[in-house]
Structure formats: structure tokens, C-alpha cells
T-cell receptor, first 113, second 114 residues
Framework: AQTVTQSQPEMSVQEAETVTLSCTYD???????LFWYKQPPSRQMILVIR??????QNATENRFSVNFQKAAKSFSLKISDSQLGDAAMYFC??????????FGKGITLSVRP | ETGVTQTPRHLVMGMTNKKSLKCEQH?????MYWYKQSAKKPLELMFV???????ENNSVPSRFSPECPNSSHLFLHLHTLQPEDSALYLC?????????????FGPGTRLTVL
């Protein structure tokens, strides 16, 4: 079974600085998809970024980018120029052949003004 | 985000009550999901519906009963719940229910069982 591990429960970043959130996963599959979701205090889970495993190029969405290391089974999220609105819980997730979305436990990011 | 809506947003119920959670998606998707989110635990997939057919029941107790009357609506009927069922219940939808999809989530219903 696939597992997703987010080992850091909390992180803090100064406004305008850069922060990296870590995620590792375990799978025997070669074709899969990885996601980062953001859940602000309002609780609506929002997709931040997704990565197809067959693509070597790291996905980027404005200030958000990933460092996808397939051999190491690592999928970290980098947030540049952090803003107060980035404060939220961030979940790393995986989906493979069974089409089930497996989530990590999440990390709470706080942004200091 | 108004693509997936859930009602009610908050619900308090006793263990003998019967209540229902409602989810509606306005995205034209064909797959819908129920998740349970408890504190300090990863999201747990409960049910998956694809084209109104249940394709996944992730060992959920029978006190939770899903219903999908059409591809836009999903219900979760609750009866004789336990206090440990208190959690945030999230609904999601996706285009086809396959691994290539992105799932879009509703705001959730915060359920408290007394």
C-alpha cells in the first residue's frame, strides 16, 4: 500500500521569505500523481499544485514550486515570497493505479508579519 | 470556491438522532467522494461514487449510509453515531474518478456527536 509521510507537524516563516515543506512517499508504482493541497482556517481544501510522475520537469504555479525527486520518493513544496494568506495546513497527497487519493498528516504553516 | 458546496456547515447531534449531510457539485463532474478528517490523522476516504454507482466503501460502519441520486448530489445519512465519529466530513468531486483527475473539495461539515 502507498503511504505519504509529512514528518514536520509545524513550520513558521517570516513574511516575504521562502519556506520548503517536506513530503516523502512510498510506492512500487511507476505511474502516479502527486499533489499539494492547502486548507486555510475556513477549511476549504484547495489544490496548490500537482505533479505527474512521468514528467521530469518540476511543476510551478506562481510562487509555488515543487522539488520532485522520483528516485528518492520525495516531493517538497517551496513557497517563495511568503504572504500572510499562505498560513494554512498543507497536505501532500498521492494517487496511483487504484485512483485513491492518499494523504499525509499535514503540516501547519504559520506566517510571521 | 463555490464549485462544491456542503450543508450544513456545523451539526451537533445526539447518539440517537438521524441526520443527513448534503453535498452538491457545480463542476459537471462524474465522481464524488466522502472523506472523514479527524484531528492529528490523515484524511480517510469513506466512499466513492462514479456515475452514481458506489465504487468504493472503505470499511465504513453501517451507521454511515451514502446516497448519490445523481452525479451532482451526494448525501451521507447518519444514525446512531458514536462520539468518536465527531470530525470534519469533506465532500469532493472529480471529472472521471480516475488517477489523472484532480479532486475538488467542499468546505466540510463539522460534526459533533454528544
Amino acid at each position: 500500500a502507498q503511504t505519504v509521510t509529512q514528518s514536520q507537524p509545524e513550520m513558521s516563516v517570516q513574511e516575504a521569505e521562502t519556506v520548503t515543506l517536506s513530503c516523502t512517499y512510498d510506492t512500487s508504482e511507476s505511474d502516479y500523481y502527486l499533489f499539494w493541497y492547502k486548507q486555510p482556517p475556513s477549511r476549504q481544501m484547495i489544490l496548490v499544485i500537482r505533479q505527474e510522475a512521468y514528467k521530469q520537469q518540476n511543476a510551478t504555479e506562481n510562487r509555488f514550486s515543487v522539488n520532485f525527486q522520483k528516485a528518492a520518493k520525495s516531493f517538497s513544496l517551496k513557497i517563495s515570497d511568503s504572504q500572510l494568506g499562505d498560513a494554512a495546513m498543507y497536505f501532500c497527497a498521492y494517487t496511483g493505479a487504484n485512483s485513491k487519493l492518499t494523504f499525509g498528516k499535514g503540516i501547519t504553516l504559520s506566517v510571521r508579519p | 470556491e463555490t464549485g462544491v458546496t456542503q450543508t450544513p456547515r456545523h451539526l451537533v447531534m445526539g447518539m440517537t438522532n438521524k441526520k443527513s449531510l448534503k453535498c452538491e457539485q457545480h463542476l459537471g463532474h462524474n465522481a464524488m467522494y466522502w472523506y472523514k478528517q479527524s484531528a492529528k490523522k490523515p484524511l480517510e476516504l469513506m466512499f466513492v461514487y462514479s456515475l452514481e454507482e458506489r465504487v468504493e466503501n472503505n470499511s465504513v460502519p453501517s451507521r454511515f449510509s451514502p446516497e448519490c441520486p445523481n452525479s451532482s448530489h451526494l448525501f451521507l445519512h447518519l444514525h446512531t453515531l458514536q462520539p468518536e465519529d465527531s470530525a470534519l466530513y469533506l465532500c469532493a468531486s472529480s471529472r472521471t474518478g480516475t488517477k489523472t483527475d484532480t479532486q475538488y473539495f467542499g468546505p466540510g461539515t463539522r460534526l459533533t456527536v454528544l
